[in-house]
């Protein structure tokens, strides 16, 4: 992931106020730009970043989802159905081939190449699903285990999908919940303001209105804040 944001840095200025998921939805887009280049070069039919969209992130998206879901970050080819997935996830980066752990369990496994990369994918997974099926799932959602995934989805939803995730959200991270800091170091008022400021863009008047009834009074911070 560092080694990306770095060649990104050095062929596009990044802003100093661009928010975390702008920086991973740049670094998507430059990693789908070089794997098409790299496909072209080797002469595949099938090489323009649409194509490798929904060939390799859209499935990958929602095996990472899935994952997540059990909150697993290693995943295995029984994960996809179409197993050549895990293979281009390598070639573009997303996907690190591990080897067995034991000469008894020889089934192939694969991580992240960042814990982070996950939880952005499974965020845009999330965009894309039918709205009541995304309904259900914030529904039963443990908010600070899933945080990050979150964060993300304040900065990639847009319109009445985020305004329905908001409303559904935002008391769960305003009300004091005893077990939230069991999933995250940071109290739930800190973790509210890290989600609304992945929100780079001007504000629906009935999201400002959701905000403003849940923002609370103060925010909390520690010494273990991350």
């Known amino acids: 992931m560092l080694t990306v944001l770095c060649l990104l840095s050095a062929e596009h200025s990044l802003q100093a106020n661009t928010t975390r998921t702008e920086i991973y939805e740049a ?28 060939r390799t992130v859209q499935p990958l998206a929602e095996v990472a989802f899935n994952a997540l879901k059990h909150d697993d970050y290693i995943i295995s080819l029984d994960d996809f159905d179409d197993p050549a997935v895990a293979e281009r996830a390598c070639d573009l980066g997303y996907l690190i081939k591990e080897r067995p752990p034991s000469f008894t369990q020889r089934k192939e496994r694969y991580v992240f190449g960042h814990k982070t990369l996950p939880e952005f994918l499974a965020a845009k997974h999330c965009t894309k699903m039918e709205p009541r099926e995304r309904e ?11 945080e990050s995934v979150v964060s993300f989805l304040f900065g990639l939803l847009e319109g009445d999908a985020l305004c329905q995730m908001a409303s ?7 009300q004091s919940n005893p077990y939230y800091t069991h999933y995250t170091n940071c109290s739930e008022t800190h973790q509210l303001l ?3 400021h992945q929100i780079h863009r001007p504000l629906p008047q009935n999201l400002e209105n959701r905000i403003l009834k849940f923002s609370p009074e103060t925010i909390q911070l520690n010494v273990k804040c991350t």
């Open 27 to 54: 670094m998507h887009t430059f990693i789908l730009q070089k794997g098409a280049e790299k496909l072209k070069n080797a002469g595949e039919e099938a090489c323009e970043e649409g194509d490798i969209e929904s």
């Open 136 to 146: 259900e799932w914030w529904k039963g959602l443990e908010v600070g285990l899933n």
């Open 168 to 174: 559904i959200v935002l008391p769960e991270m305003t």
């Open 194 to 196: 890290r989600c609304l």
